[in-house]
Structures are given as structure tokens and as C-alpha cells.
């Protein structure tokens, strides 16, 4: 067949049109075998990419306003709210998201936070002048992680931590901001899971913890004259949770978290002289997570956590009294922080119809204000429900529990399930806002599971535990206990599951798509470990220790083997079901390579469909919304092609 001139400038204005009708894939972004998205999709779900959070940083320290965390444009960046439910004014406008805005504590004429780049949390410490609006960087911009900013009681130094670029060793720094290059090195630590708690410069001392595992730690107190530290030893079990908050007025004991001769965290009262430890708040058989004190110590807020939704408290210290503060709905709350010299109390709180939010509760009149109202973006929450608290028995009896949010009440009869794996693997799923997950609900009448398997936090000591080392796919086996549960349900399709997780997370993701393949009709890993050896020899020098702790360590012959054994990337015969990949190149947790590597090996000896997407401007998941209005955009191909059959 012949064609002449101007019937191949019609074919190609043809192919120019159709390639119009398609999302371009940016220059930052690998796709590969995801097939071309219509643009129409970008209005399908607009309504569940626009909304937004707001998140407290830090109270201005003379005048009653704040500055917040919050995006109008692609990323989060500091804005200052002056009234409840004012303007937000943006200040920053960076490519990437500052983080951890911390003013000058007297007078407040500019404050300091930090910020990587692409997400590789290489974190520095920049000062933002509030007079100029300029900020300038006053770390040296290297492969090194600045941060834990604490001030001087005077408000002219600052400590703060910083890793070496030859290892990954937390060591500490002292600075005075208005002028960098009087950073000097104080503390000399080993290991990267060191932190600042206090400062009393007077006494010339520093309250440090050593984070150990999630339930291991110590408390040092160090001296910056002879640059030495000492071990504060409490009394009792030695292995055990201590996470030191303040020294007391009086310098004779320490404020703290433990959870020492009990399953659960607690405030305490340590004396330093004798390690006597001294319960503060008894009768919550849950985790309290937050224990901030006052400036003058006579009061202290603290969140109880049970079994995921917040209780929040505040307890006059001398007494022992404790008030509640309660909230219209339920929901979580964080980021506890006292106005200075007020009763004043900020904190974020969110639940499942609203994102998160900035409150502000005031003693002396016992009221709520709420300082921002983040957008829904459009988002219609009728006929969506409040999720459910759920359990279900594992192989071995263990009761296992999640939040189950099922799809809108306009969907009828067997409901197709997306399970959704925390990472961590001490993390704890939430009753929270889902976001782009509503979609789901309200648009495809899927319903979501988030469970918190064995070695989730939040459940007692012994909980969190249960999935270290050789223990590593007892966590799976819970996954595959709820697969289980729900086809006993009569509300479920269990002919239409996805498997969805991100870090630890993925990994989860990763394993229950080579043991539950035939049960599952696709999964979607997000930032997961493919394989534990390499994962470990290549995640940061500075949380390798901490990751050997929970996972094992790949230098033993024997944990080597097990991982060897268990590793999807080692398995990948044994996935059946479509799997899409999602990375960040610039991850420093999970490398990049574990996420290629595995997809690669997919390809070549798997016989299962992959897609894979990575962002070379992401680290540890998508933060850029560009990168994730992407990444839902290819999820939603993805779920409607192979959990729902759709296209």
C-alpha cells in the first residue's frame, strides 16, 4: 500500500493528537510498562489531589502567633498564622519542604529549620532573618544530617547533631547562628541513634539519649567542659525504653518516657543520683507517647494512645490532677506544644473526615480555638463512614487488630479489599484522614484494611517484639490470617484483594505477593525491601545498627542464610499477580537499587506483569505533588485494570 505526502501528514497529526490526549511523563520520571495515562483522568480525581494539611511548628516567642507547615504549590512550606483561622502568609518558597522551624527563643527576629535536597535527608541548618526574608545555610551542605536544634536558655547558641561523611556516628555540635563558622564539635558520640534532649549551660551539662532499639534506649548526661559523658543508670529491668525529656529545676532528676518493669510507655521522674524512678501517671494500660512540660514544669501535656485514637490530658504537676481535654470527634493528635509564659497548649488533630488541623486549647477559660482549616479540595465525605476497629486470630491465636474503612454506602453487595501495610515495622496504622485513598471508597467502592501487624508499636513491648529476627515473617503470616478473615466475611470479595505497603511496608507487600499469590489478584509496592542482606549493607551508615537491631544482622552466617531464604527478591518465581514498583532515587533508607533490582529480575525470570516508577527528586516516598498526582494517576490504571477488571 502505497501512501502519498499528505496522507502520512494526516497519520501523523493523528498520532500528535492522540499523544496530546496522554499525560506526558516528566524528565525526573522512569516508567516503564505503564501504559499511557489520558489526561482525562487529571478532572476524573481532581477533587482528591487538592486537598491539604496544616501541621504546628513553632509559637513566635513574644507575640500570639505561630508558624505552620502547610502547601499551596508543590511542596510544604512555612507560613505564619498571627490569629485562629487567619491568613496563612507564606515565607518560604523553596523547591524542596523545610522542616523543624524553631524561632529565637527572646526576641524572635528569625528562626532556623532545616531542609535536604530531593529527598535524600541529607538535612541542613538554615536561618531565615524575618527582617529581610532572606535565609541563608549554616552547615556545610555536605552528605551530612543536621538537626535536633536546641537553644540556650539566653537564645545566643544552639546545639545540634550532625553524622560524619565517613561513618555514621550522631555526634554533637554547639553554634552561635549569627555567625557559622563558630560551629565546633562538644560530644563525640558512637552510632547514629543519638539525640538532645536539654541544655542547661550554666551547669555546663546536656541531657542525650541513645536510641538502641525501639525498646532499648539510654540516657546520658554529658558535660561540654570536659566533653565526657556519663550513663544515667535507673533502677530495675535494664533493657528497656528510657527517653529522657528535661532535667527538673532543680537538676536532681530527669523528666522522661519508659516503659521499665511495664508493657507500656509512661512519664517518669528519674533521680540521677540514685536512678530511682517515679511513676507520674498511673491508670492507662496504653502507650503515652507525649509528656511535654510547661516552661515553669508545673504542668505537662501528654496523649494517651489507645489502641490508636488520642486521648489528651493535662496534669498539674504538683497535685496530680489530671484534666481532660476533649475534642468533638475522634481522632489523633500530636505535636504537643505550650505557648511560653501562658496555659496556652497547641497541637495538631486530625480524624477520618478532616485532615490535620492546628488547635489551640486555653486552661484558664478551658476552651478550644482552631488556629488553620485545611481544604478538602473538593472532596465529598457524605456516605463515607467512620472506620472500625477490627481483630482477627493469626496461625498461632494472636489477636491482631486494624481500622477497616469500608467503601461509600452506595456500593451494595461483595466489596472489593485493598490491604494497606504500615512501614516501620514500629509504626501503628491510625483511625486518620486518608486523602487520595478516598478516591478509592467513593469512586470504585473499594474498601481499605490498615492493619498493624506483630512488631507494631502502641500494643505493649512484648507486641512490638514479636516479629524481630527470626521471627521476620510471622508479621507475613498475620497478613495472611487476615486474607483468611476476609473471605469469611459476607461484605468482601476475597476473589478481589491488592496488597499495598510502603518501607517495611513494601517489604510486607513484597513477601505476601510470593506466599499468598494465588489469593491476592495484585500488589503494589511503595519504597520496599526486596532483600535484607543488601538492604542492609547499603541503607545509611547512620541507621544501619539501629535496623540490625530489628531486622538481624547480615554478618551472621546463620541471620544471612534466613534472610537469603526469605527475600523476595530470592522468591520472585512465586509471584503470580501483577506488581507495581515505586521508588524514589534518592531514598536513604531503602536504596533505590532495591527496588530496580528486583523489577529488573521480574522482567527476566518472572512471569508475573511489573510496572515501575521512579522520581530522581524523591527519597523515601513522593513529597512533590506533581511526582504523587503522577503516581495515583498510574495506581488508579493499575487498580482498575487488575484488582477490578476494568480495563
Known sequence: MKFN?????????????????????????????????????????KPYTESRSASLLCYHPLKHEMLVSTRFGNTNQIHKVVAPLGDRKQITFFDEAPKDATYEPIVGNYFLFTKDKGGNEFTQLFKYDCTTGQSVMLTNGKRTQNGNITWSKKGTA???TATSESNGDRDI????????SSSKLLIKNNGGGWSISDWNEEANTILMNQSISINQSAIWIANTQTNSKVKLNPENEP???????????????????????????YPAKINIATGKCTKLVNGFNWDINNFELNEEQTKAAFVVNEAGISKLYVQDLASGKLTAINMKTVGVISRLTWKKDSSIL??????????SDVYEWDEKNNTITRWTESELGGLNMNGLKAPELIQWKSFDGLSISGFLYRANSQYKGKRPVIINIHGGPEGQSLPVFIGRNNYYLNELGVSIIYPN?????????????KDNGFKRE???????????????????????????????????TLACATHYSEKIKCALDVVGISNFKTFLQNTESYRRDLRRVEYGDERDSAMLAFFEKISPYNNVDKIKKPLFIVQGKNDPRVPYTESQTM??????????????????DEGHGFNKKPNQDFQFYATIMFVKKYLLDLN
Do not use: H
Not at 505526502?5 to 496530546?20: G, M
Open 173 to 180: 555540635y554547639s553554634m552561635n547562628p549569627l555567625d557559622a
Open 453 to 465: 501487624v506483630r512488631g507494631s508499636v502502641g500494643y505493649g513491648k512484648t507486641f512490638t517484639d
Open 239 to 265: 533493657k528497656a525504653v528510657y527517653n529522657s525529656i528535661a532535667f527538673t529545676k532543680d537538676q536532681q532528676s530527669v523528666f522522661a518516657i519508659t516503659n521499665v518493669n511495664s508493657e507500656f510507655l
Open 346 to 355: 497547641a497541637f495538631n488533630f486530625g480524624s477520618y473526615d478532616a485532615s
Open 158 to 160: 544552639i546545639l545540634y
Open 599 to 616: 523489577f529488573n529480575k521480574l522482567v527476566k525470570e518472572g512471569s508475573a506483569t511489573a510496572w515501575f516508577l521512579m522520581a530522581d
Open 474 to 508: 510471622e508479621s507475613v503470616n498475620d497478613i495472611g490470617a487476615l486474607i483468611d478473615w476476609i473471605a469469611q466475611q459476607p461484605d468482601f470479595d476475597a476473589s478481589k484483594i491488592m496488597i499495598t505497603g510502603g518501607s517495611y511496608g513494601g517489604y510486607m
Open 5 to 45: 505526502t499528505l496522507t502520512i501528514l494526516f497519520l501523523l497529526c493523528q498520532l500528535s493528537s492522540k499523544a496530546q490526549e496522554n499525560i506526558q511523563v516528566s524528565q525526573n520520571l522512569t516508567a516503564l510498562n505503564i501504559p499511557a495515562i489520558p489526561k482525562s483522568i487529571i478532572d476524573e480525581v
